[in-house]
């Protein structure tokens, strides 16, 4: 199936926009899991490893079917864990998307991705993309 890139901005844009919904936390954040099986609830305090919260917005506007995030802030790890999951959840904690970690071939490339309790965890950037 082939997509305008107007349509595809469009679609990205949606989803995007969901991310900065709700009022409980003041802003967005990914979580960062040990396991490939993606709380689509609302997560208890010590179920990820870590949480980065993003910036308000989370992301830009989509050029080209892809959204880039605004700066995502470091977090310290609550324990070892070898990250395999993440979710991206809005202010109320309400899951939007996730996906797969791995040091390669993975929606999230993390190089490594085995964090350790009380060290940074990080991101540089990411971003969602509409085909």
């Given amino acids: 199936m082939f997509k305008a890139i107007m349509a595809r901005n469009a679609a990205c844009n949606a989803v ?3 991310v900065d919904v709700g009022t409980d936390y ?3 954040g990914i979580y ?3 396991s490939t099986d993606i709380p689509l609830y609302q ?5 990820p490893v870590a949480r980065l919260a993003m910036s308000s917005p989370a992301f830009l506007d989509a050029t080209d079917g892809t959204a880039y995030s605004n700066p995502i802030t470091d977090n310290t790890a609550i324990r070892d864990a070898t990250v395999t999951g993440f979710g991206v959840y809005n202010r109320d904690s309400t899951f939007i998307f996730g ?3 791995s040091t ?6 993390l190089n490594p991705n ?5 060290q940074t965890a990080a991101l540089t950037s990411a971003y969602y993309l509409v085909p």
């Fill in 99 to 101: 996906g797969t970690v």
């Fill in 26 to 28: 003041s802003s967005a």
């Fill in 104 to 109: 390669s071939a993975a929606d999230m490339i």
């Fill in 114 to 118: 085995i964090i350790y309790h009380d």
């Fill in 16 to 18: 995007i926009q969901l």
């Fill in 32 to 34: 960062l899991f040990d």
């Fill in 43 to 47: 997560p208890d305090s010590s179920s």
